[in-house]
C-alpha cells in the first residue's frame, strides 16, 4: 500500500491520470472510428484499417502527422491505469468498491483489444458445392509450398511463408533434402508468357508457360496484390534448377530430383482448422426483379474426429468451433452455373475476454448504483 501512494504522488503519475486526456484520447478515437469508416469505400477495408487503426501515427494529407488507434489506445490505457491507482489509494473503502471494479473492467476491455489485435488470426475458405477443406488461406500472406507427388486426394504439404522473403533467403524442404533459395520476390507481380517458338532451354521453369515476371506498384487493398519470384532450387547432386512461380497461377510446377517428382507452387499462406470443412448445399434468396441476393446461406459438414454433423451457416449465423468462427461473407457463380461459398474465419484465441470485461464493468455499474441508493436510503432514515 506505501509503494502505490508513493507512485501515485509522483508528478508523472498524476499528469497521466488528468481526465483531459480521457476525453482528448476518447474524442481522437471518434474521430478515427468516422475517418476510418468513410475511408473504407476508396481505400478497401483492410487498407482503412491498416492506415487509422493499426498504425501508431499516420500521415493526413501526406504530410500531417496524426496519431493512429493503436497510439491513442496505449495512451489511453496508461492514463486508466493511473486514475485508477489514484482512486484505489483515495477510495480505498467498500462503499467505492463498484468504480473500482468499473476501473478494472475498462483496463480489461483495454487488454482485450490488445491481446485481439496480435492473437487473432483472420482467414478464408472458399468452397464448391459437395467440395470439402480442413485448410483456410490468408487474404494477404503467401507461402512457398512444395509436396512429393503421391496419392490424387491426399497429399503432405511443406510450406514456408515467403511474405516477406529477402533475396538470397534459403528455405529447407526436408522431405526432399534439397533447399531453395530467393532470387527475386515481388509482393506484387504481372506475369507474361512466351510462345514456344521463343521460349529459351535456360528459361526458369513454370507449368503455365510464365516466362516474365514485372513488379507492380502495390495496391492499398493488400488482399488485392498478387506475388510473384524467381526461385532456384538446389538438388543433392549439386544441380541447381530456376522456378518462375506466380501467385495467380493454379498449376504447380513440376521438378524432378533423384527420379521423384516434387511439386512447387506459390499461394496463400494455408491454416490448418481443427476441423474438415464439406459445403453440401448453398441457397440464395434475390430481391424480386434483381440479381441482388436479399439473404444467402449453406449447409455444411463438419467432421472431426471421425464424428461430423450439418450445420447452416448465414449471414446472421455464424458457426462458432473452439477458438474459431466461421462467417458467411460471400457467393459466387460461374458460367457452367455451379456454386461456390465463401466463408471468412476467424481465430481468436481471446475472443471471451471482451464478454469478461463487459460483465465486470456492469457488475461495477450495478454494486456502484445499488450502494449509492442504500447510501441515499440511510442518510433518510438517519433524518427521520
Known sequence: MKVIQQIVKHPWVKTLASVKITVVCLF??????????VAQVEQGLYAAQERFFASLIFLAKGFIPFPGAQLVLWVLAVNLLCVTMTRFVHYFKVRYAGILIIHFGLLLYLLSAFVIFHVAVESNIHLKEKAGTNVSSSYMLWELASWQQGAPDRRTVHAYDV??????RHLKYSHGNFTVTTQQFYPNAQAYSASSDHQSKSAPLNASGIALLQPKEA???????IAGGLFEVHVPDGSTVSLLLYGADTRPTPVKI???NYYFILQHKKYPLPLTLQLLDFRAQFHPGTETAKSYESTVKITHDGASREVVISMNNPLTYKDYTFFQASYALDAFGNEYSTFAVVKNAGRFLPYVSSLMT???????????AFGVRNKKDKRT
Open 219 to 225: 495496391v492499398l487493398e493488400r488482399e488485392k496484390n
Open 362 to 372: 456492469f457488475l461495477g455499474l450495478g454494486i456502484h448504483f445499488l450502494m449509492a
Open 28 to 37: 481522437l478515437l471518434f474521430i478515427l472510428t468516422f475517418w476510418g469508416t
Open 258 to 260: 533423384k527420379g521423384k
Open 163 to 168: 511474405s516477406a522473403s529477402t533475396v538470397g
